[in-house]
C-alpha cells in the first residue's frame, strides 16, 4: 500500500467549492465523493433534475474546466505533485485497478483520487481494449514502449505454456527497448505484465496466456493439472484432493477428483490410485497395453528388457508384467525367448 501524505478527501473538498452549488452536487453524484461511494450514471442523474444525459456531461465538463481554471487548483498543486511522483515511482504507467489499490482498499476513498487523477493535467487515462486494461500514465514514452513489449511478449506465448515468474520477467524486460534504469525493477515489470489482458498469473504465481486453463483454472480437473505438475512426479488421487483445497482453498471431494482425472487425457493412471501428466511421456492403457504398445514400437524383447520398460510406464509390481505377458491371446514367445504380440 502507497503511503500518501496528502488527503485526497480534504484536497476534493477544497476544490469542489470554487463550484456553482448544482456544478458541485453533479460531480459528487457522477463519481461517488458524497457519503455513498456509488458512482451514478449520466442518465440517472439527469432524471433527479429533469434534464437530459447530455445536459449533465456539459456540467460535469464545465465544472473539470472551472475547477482547473481556479485559485484553489493551483493551491493544491503540490497535491497534484505528490500524485504524479507516486505513479513515476510506480513505472509511469499502471493499471487502473493496481493504482487504486495501492491507495487505498476503501472505495470512498479511491472515488476521491480517482477524481483527482481526471483533474490532474498530468494524468492521462486510457481506455481498455482487447489487449489492455484501463490504465493511467503520466509517461507516454515508457507507456508505448510496455504496450509494444506486451504485444510481442503475448504473440511468443503458445497456449500451453507454463512460465516461472522470475522467467517470465527476464523474457518481458528482453522485450522493453530503451528502458529507463529506475524502471528496472522486479514490482515495476510485474505491474507492468498485470495491465495486460493477454497475459496472466495462475494462483502459484505462474505465468501464460490468460485464456489457457493453466492459468485461468476453472474446474477440478484444471486445479488437479496444476497440483500433478507442482508435484513434479505421480501423485495418489486422494493426495491430489487433499493439495487442491490446501492449494487453492477450493473444496475437493476424493471421488469427484478421482472421476475428474479418469476422464480427462491429461492425466494417465500409472499406478494403483496413482496418476501422471500424460504429457510426462507416459503411456496410456492397462498393462497389457502398454507391453503391446513397447512390443509395437521395439519389436521382439526378452522378458526383462519388457519388465524394464514398463515399469518405466507403470508403478506396478514385477508379477504383474509377468501375469499379463504369459497371456497367449496377446503375446507370444519364440525360440529365443522373446516375446512379440499374437497375430
Known sequence: MTNLTLK????VKALLKSLPDRAQEVIVKRYGLGK???KMTLEAIGKIYGITRERVRQIENYA???IQKSKEYEAQAPAFKELETMMQEMGGVIAEEDLLDSVSKDQSIQNHVYFLLVLGRAFKWQKEDDHFKHRWHVDETTSKKVEDALKKLYKNLKDDDIIPESEMIDTFLNHVEGLNDQYRNEEILKRWLSISKKVGKNPLGE???????????KGMRDYAFLVIRKHGSPIHFREVA????KMFDKKAHVATTHNELIKDPRFVLVG????????????SGVVKDVIKKILEKNGPLTKKEIVDKVLKERYVKEN???VNL?????????REGRYSVSA
Open 272 to 283: 494403483r490410485g496413482l496418476y501422471a501428466l500424460s504429457e510426462w511421456g507416459y503411456m
Open 207 to 217: 505465468w501464460g496466456v490468460s485464456h489457457s486453463p493453466n492459468i485461468k483454472a
Open 64 to 66: 473539470i474546466s472551472n
Open 8 to 11: 485526497p478527501k480534504q484536497v
Open 326 to 334: 504369459q497371456n497367449p491371446k496377446y503375446f507370444k514367445k519364440d
Open 36 to 38: 455513498e461511494p456509488e
Open 242 to 245: 487433499k493439495q487442491i483445497e
Open 320 to 322: 504383474t508384467i509377468l
